[in-house]
């Protein structure tokens, strides 16, 4: 990983000794587990499917793409395999999908009177890059429980080692990454589907997505390990930084400080009932043992991250939409910005407050808001927003406590070109009073601390454009642009421009 080890209060040393046990029993355990599935698949070449892994259990927005891209999270079309069952239903046993992400980013340099230990350098670096390869491997075991098993590997090379900024500019970075290749085992779960009528829908193959058909009433339970935000807060115009919007502050709530391990993965379950046009959903999760480390804390009813969200479907003008409310509490042993500010006036203020001084098991709760809306066949918006507490540090996401975003994409159909895709987004993040003055004093967060702090909103634009080039394959021209990184006004703005290049069947 880009990751200074400068960062106040965390000792990496500290369960290094751990983490190297456990990768060398992950890394005897994953080739059994690959064989395992490749026979389990019969490693069969993918039917068409989506890009990446959309909400198993979701309808697709109404803006959809040729079945033959990946863009958009649009449901594609599908042709039978040898797993294709009569009466007209087509449906999967099994099937096996792959991906591969390379995004490449400049940032320009930019004026700035100091920089901390934690800033973005103000100097221009012309090479940030991440390259991402995953598998997807899926088995039906019995009736209404399916299997699936994503190995992935990634290498990347970080703007400013992963610093200076809350709204950090490649969703495909990870704090666990570095320049050489790691390999992992990113999702191993299993999925249980009970219907209770109401009627049927098609499901479509895809990532992590067997074809075929589920009652529109029915509990879905999801356990094992996963991407948290593969369940909670989807979106269809802004989720995906692999065929999306790359900014992390756009690809999820901002201020949603979910739980995760360095790489974005954590163990734990979550259970969904659809009725119709609703959605309730429940999870708890696994916290990292400690702030924004990889091991991951099995004391899951101490440590944990809870979240409860609703969804409702509907239609405005013919046109559809979704509207999702989300709630979260976390458990963890976090630092306080004011108890870390209060230990450092008593102790004469010498050098800076440091919330690794004063950590102890503590709470964060925070709310969002997510809509998505169809304007018409080509063009659908999104807006999001969201607030946590801010009382304690950044555990397991970004230093965002208050964030508003919002954006369109448009299909190319009135340039003659309906494949493509045009995105532009917008989102304005905050930080809590109290974190303001912990930065102010000189404090440091795992992502941002310029040493001093002359506070305003961190602003985000980003737009990009998705240029179909084969029938699996996206060419994307990216630029983003951010006034006040790390929310100080006294830096910036910045400029960072990219390049990605996205194959998946």
Request: glycine share 12%; charged share 20%; net charge negative.
């Amino acid at each position: 990983m880009d990751y200074k080890n400068t960062y106040a209060g965390t000792s990496r040393g500290q369960y290094a000794v751990a983490s190297h046990a456990r990768n060398a029993r992950v890394g005897l355990l994953q080739p059994i587990l690959l064989l395992f599935f490749l026979w389990l698949v019969g490693f069969q070449p993918a039917i068409a499917g989506a890009s990446e892994p959309s909400h198993p259990d979701a309808k697709a927005a109404k803006l959809t793409v040729n079945p033959d891209t990946q863009i958009a999270s649009g449901i594609t079309s599908l042709e039978p395999d040898a797993d294709t069952l009569g009466k007209g239903e087509q449906v999967e046993n099994r099937n096996s999908k792959f991906q591969v992400t390379y995004v490449w980013q400049r940032k320009s340099a930019f004026t700035a009177p100091y920089s901390g230990t934690n800033s973005l350098t103000p100097e221009l670096e012309k090479r940030s890059y991440s390259l991402s390869a995953t598998a997807y491997f899926g088995a039906r075991v019995w009736q209404g429980g399916e299997v699936y098993f994503n190995p992935e590997v990634i290498m990347s090379q970080s703007l400013s080692s992963l610093t200076g900024l809350g709204g950090l500019t490649n969703g495909e970075n990870q704090k666990g990454g570095g320049a050489n290749p790691t390999f992992y085992n990113a999702r191993l779960f299993l999925r249980q589907t009970w219907g209770f009528g109401g009627g049927s829908e098609k499901v479509e193959s895809a990532a992590n997505q067997l074809a075929g058909t589920i009652d529109k009433h029915r509990l879905v339970l999801t356990a094992g390990k996963i991407g948290l935000i593969d369940v909670f807060d989807g979106n269809a115009f802004s989720h995906d930084p692999r065929t999306q919007f790359l900014n992390w502050s756009l690809m999820t709530h901002g201020a949603f400080d979910y739980a995760a391990d360095q790489r974005g993965y954590t163990v734990g379950a979550a259970l969904e009932y659809y009725h119709d046009d609703w959605v309730f959903r429940i999870g708890r999760f696994e916290q990292p043992k400690e702030s924004n480390g990889l091991p991951l804390d099995s004391r899951i009813m101490a440590h944990h991250g809870d979240q409860f969200e609703i969804e409702h479907g509907y239609e405005i003008a013919g046109q559809p939409g979704k509207l999702r409310l989300l709630a979260f509490h976390n458990e963890a042993r976090m630092g306080g910005f004011q108890n870390a500010l209060d230990l450092w006036k008593a102790n004469g203020k010498a050098g800076v407050p440091d919330v690794g001084n004063v950590r102890k098991d503590q709470s964060k709760y925070g709310f969002g808001i997510n809509l998505e809306q169809n304007l018409d066949n080509d063009i659908g918006l999104f807006i999001r927003a969201s607030w946590n507490d801010g009382s304690t540090e950044t555990y397991a996401f970004t230093e965002i406590e208050r964030s508003l975003s919002g954006g369109v994409m448009v299909k190319g159909t009135a340039w003659s070109r309906p494949n493509d895709i045009l995105g532009l987004g917008y989102a304005c993040n905050g930080l809590s009073s109290v974190h303001r003055a912990y930065l102010a004093a000189g404090g440091l967060g795992v992502f941002i601390g310029d040493g001093r702090l002359n506070y305003q909103p961190e602003e985000i634009f980003e737009g990009f454009y998705n240029l179909n080039i084969t029938r699996n394959t996206l060419l994307t021209l990216d630029y983003q642009h951010i006034a006040n990184p790390a929310y100080n006004t006294d830096r910036g703005p910045v400029s960072v421009a990219g390049v990605r290049l996205h194959w998946g069947n």
